[in-house]
């Protein structure tokens, strides 16, 4: 463990001073006095006159005097008042001009540990948010198996459950900036993701019940919303870790990720995770639906596209320090710990590599909290602040072998055309005064 | 892996029906006409008249038809209004009358994974919930320490933070239930406890930072609500794995469970777990607050009472079935799982082992999922339903060599009157109708 030193000198209380606290009544009193911002220990208990028995001073915090609220006020509880901030915001998409053909980017930079929390996932819907009556609801299960079925959602749970814990990303996530920086914040950036605990059943479980023949290589997944998303899945994948999913975070699955059953296919691109599903049909070939051939697909140099694009490579970005939270209060000396996120849908994350000079130099972050396949995983290095400019990066490598490329070698393969798969490293500009912006190394 | 066959073969569709579903169109179409209930598949593909072409079945789904909401209706997302029953409900104690000194239930019942998502979490409050302004908010720490601070949230969350998955439970969970059943309700029964993902900072880091007095001994926490709550804890653990936590599920604490932080002591009673935290001071001594004299301490037969009890034993529940789920819908020879939760505050969960004859003969249950140090682990097992009567169990043992005792060992050595702790075997009647009520079993 390293030692930590995070307060500079005059902060801190000098064990002499420490006798003048008299009483926590103090404390609350001399608190209530200060207004809001940072407030150094030194300021709250150096220079001030203790009164150890003022009557009059827990009443200065509301809440320390009232009764708070009922505690089931909330039967349902949501987040304090003073957290209005950390909401998931709107990426309007240019081509379809509307909110319902849109994106709830999350908020990467408030996001902390793996678990996205459900009221922040992040959503992508191509003709909004359905919103499913699960006792209409059915699932058709047909083509090339031996015993179709339709079921009721409460059928369906009647099988036995697995809980795991993987992202879900759009393989847009970073596409508007192929050419370079697009917004200058971490959740416009990177905010088509989220990661959650899902709970729902293995379609393998499901096959070996109804019977798969063995001439179906292919699966049509097909949403009951309004866009009747179709996408066709190999049948490798659907017999590896494919599920069907009706939990997320110990609940319901919520009604912009599917509500009430979504396909989830662990490490691939979220569109293939069809959401709201109603049908999955076997076949000996691919279906080549619209939304796998109009979309989803990536031009490259060649000027041919890569129609199966299916896992999400290797990937990382630095969530703090970031545009929405600057190093601007740091002061020079101070420790303060870099975070950021790392994940591969081919894998687990073997490790980081930080740079603080655009990737010439690099060091060992390290990995902290669970560390699970094909699940956010996150990354930590404790850094002492000097007040000079960086070029702050990551590269995250995982245990199938993979690592980020660099801008420059990420062009030479791909292009700037391809929309999607953007997995080049990511650099934060951090400016001497501490503000960070979104910039890009092409070397 | 076990053969599943959960559906008897009348509810099947044979393979020669199955070339009667001509297109999607005709499923959405019978599915829309039958009534909400349980559908078999051999009820809508069966006997029905096949019109693959009818153009006015995709409009008997609503949502199949019109654009769904826009994804960033709800900025902050909510369940689906369907799961308006998901909800926590009030345990009004008793010896206080009202609603603020009182418990949420968590409903257990329909927990999936091991996250408890933070709108359904269980929370105990003793003067009803504190809604603090953070930016206002300062945790005071001082006593026998080298350096006493006084820090702003901001300044707090500057220390390296670590992500932990933990249980929190209130000692009286189950504690009406000394003397025998009180609820027939596994939410009532057992639901004051949840389980989440928290972030925060050990405070063995920021003792490093400011130094603790060889002569430290114990710590007192002490709540900023109206009930300034106090409770006195071992050094030991204070040095071992105590957190304060700002973080909960990957977003900030909410306000039922201490907003802007509280402390966490993993494995021990929730009501230690100070919220609202504002002080912590360090002395040579317990402080023996109100808290920890009138209240949570366990009188045991010789009429001594137990008064430092800090860890929670290992303890479990079946929750499928319970009162709330029963398998009144499940049919003879049909195959259905069981889960559960295990948990222990003083190791990780071995093995859990489930009875069928109230304790007579047990068979091994499986983990599943992830099994992590003092936290909800669930457990399963595939039962062939057959419609008998059954006094079902489930023990769990943790890799600190604890198991549960039986009702008659626990009274032996607790007798009736401790309200807290309560980890005896707990046992679910399952009639020949397959309804689920709650008992004791007392050999």
């Known amino acids: 463990m390293k030692k930590i030193d995070l307060f500079s000198k005059d902060e801190k209380i000098s064990a002499s001073e420490e006798k003048e606290v008299k009483s926590r009544r103090d404390f609350f009193k001399k608190a209530a006095q200060l207004s809001v911002g940072t407030v150094t220990a030194a300021t709250i208990l150096g220079p001030v006159e203790i009164k150890a028995d003022d009557p009059a001073i827990l009443e200065e915090q509301p809440w320390a005097t009232t009764l708070g609220d009922p505690v089931t006020k909330n039967r349902y509880g949501l987040p304090s008042l003073y957290e209005h901030n950390n909401i998931r915001r709107n990426m309007k998409l240019l081509q379809s001009g509307n909110w319902q053909a849109s994106i709830a980017m999350c908020p990467i930079h408030e996001s902390m540990g793996i678990i996205t929390p459900n009221g922040l996932f992040f959503s992508r819907a191509h003709g909004g948010v359905a919103q499913i009556d699960p006792n209409k609801h059915r699932l058709m299960i047909h083509g090339l198996v031996e015993k179709p079925i339709v079921l009721t959602m409460d059928e369906l749970k009647r099988y036995p459950s697995?809980?795991?814990?993987?992202?879900?990303?759009?393989?847009?996530?970073?596409?508007?900036?192929?050419?370079?920086?697009?917004?200058?914040?971490?959740?416009?950036?990177?905010?088509?993701?989220?990661?959650?605990?899902w709970t729902g059943v293995y379609l393998k479980t499901i096959l070996k019940d109804i019977g798969l023949k063995p001439n179906a290589k292919w699966m049509l997944a097909e949403g009951g919303d309004s866009s009747h998303m179709g996408r066709t899945i190999p049948i490798d994948k659907v017999l590896d870790d494919?599920?069907?999913?009706?939990?997320?975070?110990?609940?319901?699955?919520?009604?912009?990720?599917?509500?009430?059953?979504?396909?989830?296919?662990?490490?691939?691109?979220?569109?293939?995770?069809?959401?709201?599903?109603?049908?999955?049909?076997?076949?000996?070939?691919?279906?080549?639906?619209?939304?796998?051939?109009?979309?989803?697909?990536a031009l490259k140099p060649s000027g041919k596209a890569i129609q199966h694009f299916y896992a999400l490579e290797v990937n990382s970005i630095i969530t703090s320090p970031c545009p929405e939270k600057p190093w601007t209060d740091i002061k020079k000396g101070q420790l303060v710990e870099i975070e950021g996120l790392a994940w591969s849908g081919m894998g687990t994350i073997k490790g980081v590599d930080i740079t603080f000079d655009g990737g010439k130099n690099w060091v060992k972050a390290e990995l902290k909290g669970l560390v699970l396949p094909k699940a956010w995983t996150r990354?930590?290095?404790?850094?002492?602040?000097?007040?000079?400019?960086?070029?702050?990066?990551?590269?995250?490598?995982?245990?199938?072998?993979?690592i980020q490329p660099t801008v420059k070698q990420e062009r030479e393969a791909m292009g700037v055309e391809s929309v999607y798969h953007r997995n080049a490293i990511h650099t934060w500009e951090v400016t001497a005064k501490g503000e960070v912006n979104n910039v890009q190394v092409l070397s």
């Open 162 to 197: 697995v809980t795991r814990t993987h992202f879900i990303e759009c393989p847009a996530n970073g596409g508007p900036e192929w050419r370079g920086p697009q917004f200058n914040s971490a959740q416009f950036a990177k905010g088509m993701m989220s990661c959650a605990e």
């Open 379 to 402: 990354f930590s290095y404790i850094y002492k602040y000097e007040g000079k400019p960086l070029l702050l990066g990551s590269r995250a490598y995982d245990d199938a072998g993979h």
């Open 242 to 297: 494919a599920m069907i999913v009706w939990g997320q975070n110990g609940e319901a699955l919520r009604p912009e990720q599917g509500y009430p059953i979504r396909l989830l296919l662990p490490g691939w691109e979220g569109n293939l995770c069809v959401k709201w599903l109603a049908r999955l049909e076997f076949s000996d070939k691919p279906w080549y639906a619209k939304e796998e051939t109009a979309k989803y697909t």
